[in-house]
């Protein structure tokens, strides 16, 4: 074995870092999927009747509609019924100050990093931390209010503003989009909701920190962000998972609209527990993520980096309905040993003048499957649209797989979509430039990849630019400096 | 194939009907080719014709273009006062092989039957049977719909080959007529293109509809086989009537250090959907696979490429262009796979289209599925206008608008056009595209 392969080789065996379980009491439901469970979660959210019947809904839909097997990944089947589709840590009195937090839940966040204390210290961060479900805390709230922002947890929207979450609602993804927003829409326990008023520019990161904690549990949660008019908001999210050996599902939906002028950057860095080595355990991540900019001039832009969960399955996607309006999408995917990732975007154009751009960078390792799948659609009134892909994979190892599948439909003679792709490994000549000037092999691959993926680092926020790059360096076990 | 959507079942059960009535006149030729049909026919009746469902398909609604039912054609014959001559693209060296509705016409063609080369009907071959070898091993009629289909109406293929270290002098010119005067008649051309070692041979396959003919339907299938060390040259010509659906499986099987060089031009026709597969089975083989598409009105233009990369250092490259016009729809799909095994593999695919009308429509899906890692793989797709910049150029300098549109567009397509080797059909080509683009609509 060379040099260079035992590197390759110690850099795709790493072992999962944040795999531990909070000893926090949970106020479970019972295991399995039926209209009681979804008469209990409203219940206990004390959901207003008409969320009931919106849920209720959803739920008969879902059990018409079939398990989708297009994407590029295989699983075992899931068994719906064995799922404990509400989890919520028990001691639920209402906290005044931070000292009252459950010092385990703290502790936990100190371990992720995301110590509320100190983020509130800095008065930098704003965290709607999320622990199995319900949220734990928001902080900063009332910083926030003075601007008029709403920034709570989903529950508490439906109680102190149930006139926009009725209005938004399901707006960009309706309850019958897909299996999983379907089965979201009916078993949702709880989320974030945002709204930023006209012309208000957030002044502060929002950011939601998500933790499934309970074994076979699921994570459902939804987020709602509005910009209204002339807004600006930046929003963060970010997951762990605690070491498992069995399956977790999460089957999120996020939806965004983005009115006149408004913009919306959302963030997310994912590291949800990707399983060990064999491929036993680790996050099934089946997301739904849509924004819609619905005004002239607004923008909504993705940026994610991925590196956790056994599977990933997610298209966050921008409806360009507004004339002159922008979308965005920055994604760094690593798979290692047995992950499997089939992620991309999905820009449909309506609007005239409507710009997109793509920038997918994969990495694969081990004998992982990482692919990207994308759509760019003009409309046939999308005068004037343009379009720039780039989708480039690196390959790792010499039983990992790396695909691309874009969809490119064009049905406007004034568009301009452009799209390149581009496979290779780390090259030789690269390490040896390295390694001639001083740098070990370890070293050099680091400086490649993280080189390889600055386009989308240099598009996240700075604190998470940090821990975007310090989970690659995990990923790629001490391969980065 | 469970995941397979079986499509309109009234026109697969006419069809079936029609091979049944087929086998019971046929049936008594050689046992094997029975065989080879009945494997067609099952195949066929399984799969069915392809829905819209169907990914393969997705873009391209065969079912509902096809319609109802399609009977087998009783006329074979050119109907008088018609030149052949009209139909050549090459005039001088070539061997002309003239099929009507994938019959062959003796009186028509020129036979070769030599030491080297052979260039003749099955029939005419006494000792076919040697490509019972052949014939079949390539087409993939579990996976390909109209493949089987046509198998399952195996008759007389034409069959072309090159003996080992042979350089074939004479550029062989399959001429495919199709349609009838009658209704919805259908038909089922077959080539079996084989080189032996260090054989080298260039062959030009075209398709045309027969004057006055009605609504027709032609899947036409051409296995290639090279091996080592041979080198083929294949064009694909399509000038079909706006009432002809034509479907097209063209296969190449490459083996260690041979050569292919394929170029698809289609321009004419209803419905047109061409399926290339290209297998890399052995080291050191090299595939150029190019094309063009110039659909108009409400023409419907499908190109699926494959190309399989199974061994390593192989190289691969191609280059599709598209101009579409009216309210024509055309649908690119490339796709690049690379086996665990293909480690050094280079393979390119670039595709450009460039939309001249507000009704036009291009849906492309370039893929790249690599399993290997030590590759270098890249792909590109553009869909845009003419540079108005240009435009303004040229027409600053006198230049007529249309006349300078038509400029623009022919350097565009120009990029494909000179990848053709051959520079005798390269100047028929550039002719045949600068007659369409005068009447294609902006």
Not at chain 1, 231 to 242: D, K, M, N
Not at chain 2, 306 to 334: Q, R, T, W
């Amino acid at each position: 074995m060379t040099e260079q392969d035992k590197i390759l080789e110690k850099v795709t065996s790493g072992e999962y870092k944040w795999g531990f379980v909070s000893n926090i009491e949970s106020d479970n439901a019972p295991k399995g999927l039926n209209e009681d469970i979804v008469r209990f979660i409203s219940a206990k959210k004390n959901e207003p009747e008409w969320l009931l019947e919106w849920r209720l809904k959803a739920f008969r839909n879902w059990l018409k509609m079939t398990e989708p097997k297009w994407p590029n990944v295989h699983y075992p089947e899931i068994d719906f019924q064995d799922i404990i589709y509400y989890s919520a840590p028990k001691p639920k009195k209402q906290l005044n100050s931070l000292d009252e937090l459950d010092p385990e839940i703290k502790a936990t966040f100190d371990k992720l990093g995301i110590s509320l204390l100190e983020q509130k210290r800095l008065a930098n961060v704003a965290v709607d931390a999320v622990i199995d479900s319900v949220s734990v805390k928001t902080t900063f709230r009332e910083t926030l209010s003075e601007l008029g922002i709403i920034f709570c947890s989903f529950s508490d929207a439906v109680q102190e503003h149930p006139e926009l979450i009725k209005k938004y609602l399901g707006s960009v993804v309706p309850p019958s989009d897909n299996y999983y927003a379907a089965l979201n829409s009916a078993v949702f326990s709880d989320g974030s909701f945002c709204y930023i008023p006209k012309g208000v520019r957030c002044p502060m990161e929002l950011s939601t920190y998500f933790r499934i904690n309970s074994a076979g549990t699921g994570q459902f949660e939804r987020t709602l962000i509005v910009a209204d008019e002339g807004a600006f908001v930046s929003y963060l999210e970010g997951c762990t998972a605690p070491m498992r050996d069995e399956n977790q599902l999460h089957a999120a939906v996020v939806e965004i609209v983005s009115h006149e002028e408004a913009e919306v950057k959302y963030s997310t860095v994912q590291n949800w527990y990707p399983g060990d080595k064999n491929g036993k355990g680790g996050i099934y991540n089946f997301v739904t993520k849509r924004g819609i900019c619905l005004g002239n001039r607004s923008k909504i832009s993705w940026t994610q980096v991925e590196t956790g969960s056994a599977i990933t399955w997610k298209y966050p996607s921008v409806i360009l309905k507004g004339d002159n309006s922008v979308g965005e999408f920055y994604s760094v995917a690593v798979t290692n040993n047995m992950q499997q990732a089939d992620t991309g975007t999905k820009m449909i154009h309506l609007g005239k003048n409507t710009r997109s751009t793509i920038i997918s960078k994969g990495i694969s390792g081990g004998k992982s499957d990482n692919s990207y799948r994308g759509l760019v659609k003009i409309h046939k009134n999308a005068h004037h649209a343009r379009n720039f892909s780039q989708c480039d994979s690196l390959l790792l190892g010499d039983k990992c797989g790396a695909h691309t599948f874009p969809y490119l439909e064009v049905h406007n003679k004034s568009a301009r979509v452009e799209h390149e792709a581009t496979t290779s490994k780390v090259g030789e000549d690269q390490i040896f430039y390295c390694n001639q000037r001083g740098i070990d092999t370890e070293n050099a691959i680091g400086l490649i990849v993280n080189g390889y993926c600055k386009e989308v680092f240099n598009q996240l926020p700075m604190e998470f630019a940090v821990e975007a790059q310090k989970l690659l360096a995990i990923s790629l076990e001490g391969s980065v400096g | 194939m469970k995941n397979k959507v079986i499509g309109n079942t009234d026109i697969v059960s006419g069809i079936l009907d029609e091979q049944n009535e087929f086998t019971s006149v046929y049936s008594k030729g050689q046992a094997w080719l029975n065989e080879l049909r009945i494997a067609g026919k099952n195949a066929f009746s399984e799969q069915g014709v392809p829905k819209f469902k169907d990914e393969e398909w997705k873009y391209t609604h065969i079912a509902k273009a096809l319609g109802e039912h399609y009977h087998l054609p009783h006329t074979y014959s050119l109907p008088a006062n018609q030149d052949l001559s009209n139909y050549k693209l090459l005039d001088a060296n070539t061997v002309t092989l003239v099929y009507i509705n994938g019959i062959p016409v003796p009186e028509l063609s020129d036979k070769l039957i030599s030491e080297g080369v052979t260039a003749a009907p099955a029939s005419d071959v006494e000792n076919s049977s040697e490509f019972k070898t052949f014939l079949g091993s390539v087409a993939d009629i579990s996976n390909h719909n109209f493949s089987a289909c046509n198998t399952a109406f195996l008759n007389n293929p034409c069959i072309i080959n090159v003996k080992a270290g042979v350089q074939s002098p004479k550029t062989i010119q399959i001429i495919h007529l199709l349609g009838t005067d009658d209704n919805d008649s259908m038909c089922f051309p077959r080539t079996l293109i084989h080189t032996e070692k260090g054989a080298y041979v260039e062959v030009v396959e075209s398709y045309y509809s027969l004057p006055n003919s009605n609504q027709n339907f032609c899947a036409a299938v051409t296995e290639i086989i090279e091996e080592e060390n041979s080198h083929v040259d294949y064009y694909k010509y399509e000038d079909v009537s706006d009432s002809t659906i034509l479907t097209t499986n063209t296969y190449f099987k490459l083996q260690r250090d041979s050569r292919s060089e394929s170029f698809t031009f289609s321009l004419n026709g209803k419905l047109i959907r061409n399926d290339l597969d290209i297998k890399l089975t052995a080291e050191n083989g090299h595939a150029e696979l190019h094309g063009i598409y110039l659909p108009n009105g409400q023409q419907h233009f499908d190109n699926h490429t494959l190309v399989d990369h199974i061994s390593p250092h192989c190289y691969s490259n191609e280059l599709y262009k598209g101009v579409m016009g009216g309210s024509a729809h055309a649908v690119f799909n490339g796709k690049v796979y690379v086996r665990r095994d293909a480690q050094k593999t280079n393979a390119y695919q670039s595709n450009n289209n460039i939309l001249l009308s507000d009704e036009a429509q291009i849906d492309t899906k370039p893929q790249l599925e690599i399993y290997a890692d030590d590759v270098k793989c890249s792909h590109g797709a553009t869909t845009g206008q003419l540079d108005d910049d240009a435009l303004f150029y040229l027409r600053a300098r006198g230049i007529g608008e249309n006349e300078a549109r038509n400029l623009l567009v022919t350097a565009f397509s120009g990029e494909a056009l000179n990848e053709i080797p051959n520079e005798t059909l390269r100047d028929v080509f550039a002719d045949k595209i600068h007659r369409k683009l005068s009447v294609m609509s902006h």
